[in-house]
């Protein structure tokens, strides 16, 4: 059974500084893939970044280039998310997610109103990220 346990959430200012982890078991990170997604309209979640095989591959959403950094540490086999500069519009809920097909999360990060079943893969319990000006 995979496990995701993500820490790391919290409120901050403008400008300010954040760092998630997603601590995996049952789910080997550096021989698969993971994303970052955040809470959009309604149950939507909007792909945020996201890795391949094993990290080497990355990719980060437009709005967070720059300024969001995704990362593994292999030996703890957990995921970072590093997010800078902060703004208001970072506000929302954060989920790591270890998906059942890596070609599904390539096509989900970018993805528009995108809202995942229930045999999509394994899911952190979500991190709370606030931005207060």
């Known amino acids: 059974q995979i496990q995701l346990i993500e820490s790391g959430g919290g409120s901050v200012q403008v400008g300010g500084s954040l760092r998630l982890s997603c601590r995996a078991s049952?789910?080997?990170?550096?021989?698969?893939?993971m994303g970052w997604y955040r809470q959009g309209p309604g149950d939507s979640r909007e792909g945020v970044a996201g890795f391949y095989n094993g990290g080497l591959n990355t990719w980060h959403a437009d709005s967070v280039k720059g300024r969001f950094t995704i990362s593994l540490d292999k030996d703890k086999n957990t995921a970072y998310l590093q997010m800078n500069n902060l703004s208001p519009d970072d506000t929302s809920i954060y989920y790591c997610?270890?998906?059942?097909?890596?070609?599904?999360?390539?096509?989900?990060?970018?993805?528009?109103?995108?809202?995942?079943?229930?045999?999509?893969?394994?899911w952190g319990q979500g991190s709370q990220v606030s931005v207060s000006s």
């Open positions: 049952g789910y080997s990170f550096s021989r698969n893939c």
């Open positions: 997610t270890a998906p059942r097909f890596c070609q599904a999360l390539m096509a989900t990060l970018e993805a528009r109103g995108f809202r995942p079943t229930v045999d999509f893969g394994a």
